[in-house]
């Protein structure tokens, strides 16, 4: 059985997860797949690096999940993240949404994408083609309260 929330090394199978979606109840459905590219503010990129705190994250993303459905009326709703190496054009993240109408599903998509940028602690480091690394778009998850 596939899991509707997963934090995994494994490749990630849009497919897979898109068959678990099957519901006579939605006119929609959105797959969104973010994948690793080969470059980032104008550098080279080899491939990007994930690293999580499994538990907290898997627990994170299922309330987004929850919170999704509630608030945008969607009758499914997936979310698998990978960790460790992802090489280039290979899938980081899947979000997949199924709604009776398409504004649904894609603003849910859209919600839960920048959620998981602000919630999740999924921590993206980036290995340039110069041999250099960098953490990118975590800073605000380690900003301290004063």
Sequence with gaps: MIPWIA????????????????????????????????????RPVLELAY?????????????????AIE?????RCAIHHRIGVVPLTEAAVLVVTSSAHRAESFQAAAWIMDEIKQRVPIWKRERYKD??????????????EP
């Excluded at 497919?15 to 797959?31: I, N, Y």
């Excluded at 608030?71 to 009758?75: E, H, I, S, V």
């Excluded at 041999?131 to 900003?143: A, I, L, Y």
Aim: with cysteine; hydrophobic share 40%; aromatic share 6%.
């Design 7 to 42: 934090v995994q090394e494994a490749p990630l199978d849009a497919m897979a997860l898109r068959s678990v979606m099957e519901d006579p109840h939605a006119g929609a459905l959105v797959l969104f797949e973010g994948r690793a590219r080969d470059h980032h503010e104008g």
């Design 71 to 75: 608030r945008y009326g969607l009758t």
């Design 51 to 67: 690293e999580a705190y499994v538990p907290m994250a898997e627990k994170e993303l299922g309330l987004l999940r929850e919170k």
């Design 131 to 144: 041999g250099s690394e960098s953490w990118v778009e975590c800073t605000h998850r380690f900003q301290m």
